[in-house]
């Protein structure tokens, strides 16, 4: 569920952009931060995005099968509610970026945040799902309550 609102999300502030700016359009909404209309036909922050076409297909199959192993590691019994909601974020932000790829060239990003001169790619929500979730799997590695192995059978 928190998956579907993730992508559902991602997918209706694209279309909002689509909508309303042209392709290139900017609007300044806050210093250091635009709204933007661009595509993205690579990976993250632009990884192969001149590439020549092919890794829109490499993209879409990845993107597939992280989205079913994502979905058999969220319905194992062992998964922990942390690690379920990181992953759920990952899974969103994977299925946004996937409906968008497969119905455009690339990935509609429109988030620009600066500083002078200085911008970060830009990004859209499936992007900040992804990599809060991939956060939130990191820390609970790092810094999770585990579960304490079972006492061994002192009755023997």
Do not use: C
């Amino acid at each position: 569920m928190f998956a579907g609102l993730i992508a559902t999300v991602d997918l209706a502030t694209k279309a909002a952009i689509v909508e309303r700016l042209a392709y290139g359009q900017q609007i300044e909404l806050l210093p250091s931060l635009n709204i933007v209309h661009v595509i993205n036909q690579g990976a993250a922050f632009g990884l192969l995005a001149t590439a020549g076409g092919w890794q829109r297909y490499l993209f879409i199959v990845v993107a597939v099968l992280a989205s079913i192993l994502i979905v058999r590691m969220i319905r194992k019994p062992e998964t922990g509610s942390a690690e379920r909601i990181g992953l759920a974020m990952i899974l969103g932000g994977a299925v946004g970026n996937l409906v968008d790829r497969t119905a455009r060239m690339g990935v509609v990003d429109w988030i620009d945040v600066y500083v002078g001169v200085h911008h970060w790619p830009a990004f859209n929500i499936a992007d900040i799902g992804i990599t809060l979730g991939a956060a939130i799997i990191v820390l609970h590695a790092l810094f999770g309550v585990r579960a304490a192995a079972p006492a061994a059978d002192k009755t023997r």
